[in-house]
């Protein structure tokens, strides 16, 4: 079982940035972080393994960064240049065992609470 607890959300004008966090009660080998907007369904963000390997949503656009300190077993999600678009409750995702990289939800067995950012005028 590994327990995921997001802070860092909150409110922030258009343009602006911020810092997501999340800390793992222990290491994971794929972590992810995904995204669900009023309405829709959940959709993945970014994902980086224990290897290095990462990768983007397109609309992300050069404007967020995924990274990882594995001494503090922490996830960050940099994000730059915020857009209203951007509005939605942040998850962070993670899965122990050896996995491809993947946004599909369906392959994460461990889930955060969410972190909500709103950003608007």
């Known amino acids: 079982q590994v327990e995921l607890v997001e802070s860092g959300g909150g409110s922030v004008q258009p343009g602006g940035s911020l810092r997501l966090s999340c800390v793992a009660s222990?290491?994971?080998?794929?972590m992810a972080w995904f995204r669900q907007i009023p309405g829709k369904e959940r959709e993945g963000v970014a994902v980086l393994d224990d290897g290095g390997s990462l990768a983007y949503q397109d609309f992300v656009r050069d404007r967020f960064t995924i990274s990882k300190d594995n001494v503090l077993r922490t996830l960050f999600l940099t994000m730059n240049r915020l857009e209203p678009e951007d509005t939605a409750v942040y998850y962070c995702a993670a899965v122990v065992g050896r996995k491809k990289l993947t946004m599909r939800a369906e392959a994460y067995d461990f889930w955060g609470q969410g972190t909500r950012v709103i950003v608007s005028a």
């Open positions: 222990q290491n994971a080998y794929l």
